[in-house]
């Protein structure tokens, strides 16, 4: 996929009410959700356990937490948008989230960022992204957020 350049923050604005992007898929292996749960002190059963899983998870093998679907969301996007001009980028916060599906080891998952509103602040812009993440060969997305980033000068 081509990834979209933006020539600067303030041009941003442009996209509002658009699908800026629709990432590439990435893998989430059972290792990306070993290190995830090593990281977060999350060990439970269906994420790590692969036998357990195996045998009492309703989805047949581990699934990644949802919290790690999530957390993918800032490597995404700088895959898929170049904001030319930005000297910093932080996550602001989430409106909301919800996660819709399951994300078994081995799948691979793509985000769809629509721009919902860009708004100027002091030195930058805070956009808000309407993202849906999708699994590969799966209708039903896996995760659906409000998601709030502010890019400064």
Known sequence: ???IVIPGVARLKDWVGKEVAVTDWL???????????DATEDHQWIHVDR???????PYGTTVAHGFLTLSLLPH???E?????????GINYGLNRVRFTGPVPAGSRVRARFRLAAAEDIEGGVQATWDVTV???GETKPVLV????????E
């Open 80 to 88: 898929a948008v170049e904001i030319q001009g930005v000297r910093l």
């Open 27 to 37: 893998a989430v292996s059972q290792e990306r959700i070993d290190a995830f749960a």
């Open 51 to 57: 036998e357990r899983a195996a045998k009492e998870s």
């Open 134 to 136: 999708e699994r590969e």
């Open 76 to 78: 995404l996007l700088r």
């Open 1 to 3: 996929m081509a990834r």
């Open 145 to 152: 957020a409000e998601w709030i980033t502010r890019r400064y």
